[in-house]
């Protein structure tokens, strides 16, 4: 069974920061690229970052070029979003999961039950 845990959401004034984690099931995790998606109230989901399977490699949405960083433990199937510089904008739940590469970012299906984080200005 396919399993992502996503934690580290909360409250935070602008300008702060957040680290968020995903802990995977191994089927989940092993041998895939990783991403982060959001979705605000009333909005899309759209993605925010990705990270090969390596590692080497990683993409992010232009809007958090410079502030937020993806990473990843295979060893512990864990993947992590370290969010500085947070904007009120920033506000939405954050889910991540498996993607087909970080070129097409394209989600393979599962999705956890997400992580709040809201941005006060």
């Known amino acids: 069974q396919v399993q992502l845990v996503e934690s580290g959401g909360g409250l935070v004034q602008a300008g702060g920061s957040l680290r968020l984690s995903c802990a995977a099931s191994a089927r989940a995790f092993s041998s895939s690229a990783m991403g982060w998606f959001r979705q605000a109230p009333g909005k899309e989901r759209e993605f925010v970052a990705a990270i090969s399977w390596i590692g080497s490699s990683t993409a992010l949405l232009d809007s958090v070029k410079g502030r937020f960083t993806i990473s990843r433990d295979n060893a512990k199937n864990t993947v992590y979003l370290q969010m500085n510089s947070l904007k009120p904008e920033d506000t939405a739940v954050y889910y991540c999961?498996?993607?087909?590469?970080?070129?097409?970012?394209?989600?393979?299906?599962?999705w956890g039950q997400g992580t709040q984080v809201t941005v006060s200005s």
């Open positions: 999961t498996a993607v087909k590469s970080i070129a097409t970012r394209i989600p393979l299906g599962s």
